[in-house]
Structure formats: C-alpha cells, structure tokens
C-alpha cells in the first residue's frame, strides 16, 4: 500500500467519478502492483496481440470453412492395400515437413492421376500442413494456400484494373514463407488461360523458380499430373519443380462419394 497522498489530479478524476465507483478505483491508485502483477500484465498483453496477430494471419491464408477443420488426424487411408501404402506413406511425408518447417530443404508435392487419383485426399493434405504450421509453431508465418484458378482469376482482375507488369497477387505469394497450390497443373495442362494468359503462366513460373531457387517461399502443391507428365507439359517447370519438392503418389477411393 502506497501512502502517499493522492494528486490532484487524482482527487479530482476521483471526485468526478460514480460513487459505486469511487472505492474501488482509489484502491487502485492506492495500491502499487508489485513487480510480478507488472510482469505477469504486460505478459497478458503480448499474449493476446499475439493471439490476435495469429488470427489475422489464418483469415488472410486463403482457408476457409470446412478446410480449417482439416488436420493430419482426421484423414483415413482407405481403399486397397497398396493405396493405403501410397496414403500413410503421403501422410508421413506431409507431418514431417510441417514439424521440420521453415527448415526443410523441399517442399512437398502430391499427385494422383486416372480414376483412381481424384478425391483422395490430397488437398486434405495441404489443409492440414497449413493449419499445423499457423496455429500449431511457435513462431508465426505467412501461410498462403491457393486453387490454381484463384492464383489465375486474382492476377487477371488486377491486370484488368491497373494493367501493372507484376500483379500484387503474384507479389503475396512471393513474399510469404509457405505457399500452398492445388492443381498446380491447370497453368500448364489447359492451354490459352484467356485473356492475360500467357503473362499469368509466365508469373507463376517466375514465382516456382524464385521457390527452386531461393527455397522461398516454401512450395507445396497438388496436381493430377505424375512428375514425367509434368516434364512432357513444361519440361523446365517439371526440371524446376523436382528441384524444390519431393513428390508422393497417392491412389485410392473418391472420399467426396463415399
């Protein structure tokens, strides 16, 4: 207890006050906070803003809905013994990597082709690597997760306003620490993308080489094409995206109809 008389100031804020108030505020200037109450205060207050800063980080990601609730304990193997191989064998490649990260040397890639490679599970995966690393680490990164058609459709709209050489979709994307792309593939396997078509395949492949190169961001994707499918696509695309991820198959039932 301070006893020190009270300032003016403070008697008069306190004159001014609700009387319901009054004890309970004087107490408050009455009583100095000892070094721990400062500590502990000001250790609650960085918790929070951090809490908060957290949350931003994860509205801005690009997850929403159902793809938050997505996390490597919820996703089943399922199918033939060999797909559920490829399928535990993915799994503990995309754990790995969102343990290890920022220091794994690769990011990791997911692909699956035929009847048998749509609905398995592999964007599942990159959900669940994203919301490991926003709100499982310590530290707090700029995840990205994108389709391929938004990545497509956002740098379109931003050309369309401002005519820019660079989109600043394609500046996020560069600047983050982990990006995130399903069916990376539809920039080089569709063809004319439209309108700004070419400028934006030639974006996206500046940003692969900037992840090839740089190891950042970190690259993980999705594709229904294999690795050697990739190469008769885009050789230097495929050449660039073997260098910055390992790639893991995946085989297996349609989850989305059963």
Not at 86 to 112: M, S
Not at 115 to 128: E, F, M, P, S, T
Not at 141 to 150: A, L, N, P
Request: proline fraction near 4%; include cysteine.
């Amino acid at each position: 207890m301070n006893d020190a008389p009270l300032s003016p100031l403070i008697s008069e804020f306190l004159a001014k006050c609700p009387e319901h108030l009054r004890d309970r505020v004087k107490r408050a200037f009455e009583t100095t906070p000892s070094a721990e109450e400062v500590e502990a205060e000001e250790r609650a207050r960085r918790e929070d803003s951090r809490r908060a800063y957290r949350m931003s980080c994860v509205r801005r990601s690009g997850l929403s809905g159902k793809q938050l609730e997505n996390t490597f304990k919820s996703f089943a193997a399922e199918g033939l013994p060999e797909e559920i191989k490829l399928q535990k064998n993915a799994l503990n490649a995309a754990y790995r990597f969102a343990v290890e990260f920022p220091e794994t040397p690769k990011g990791v890639a997911f692909w699956g082709t035929g009847d048998r490679g749509y609905g398995i599970g592999k964007d599942h995966l990159l959900h669940a690597i994203a919301n490991f690393v926003l709100l499982r680490k310590q530290h707090i990164y700029d995840v990205r997760y994108r389709f391929s058609y938004t990545v497509a459709r956002n740098m379109r709209q931003e050309w369309q306003r401002h005519n820019d050489e660079d989109t600043r979709e394609g500046e996020i994307l560069r600047e983050c620490d982990l990006l995130l792309i399903g069916d990376l593939h539809d920039f080089f396997s569709m063809g004319e993308l439209g309108f700004k078509g070419k400028e934006i395949q030639a974006e996206v492949f500046d940003l692969i080489n900037q992840c090839e190169s740089t190891g950042r961001p970190k690259l993980c994707f999705t594709a229904n094409l294999s690795p050697e499918e990739f190469d008769k696509q885009a050789r230097r695309v495929g050449s660039r995206l073997a260098g910055c991820c390992n790639w893991y198959e995946l085989r297996g039932p349609d989850r989305r109809r059963t």
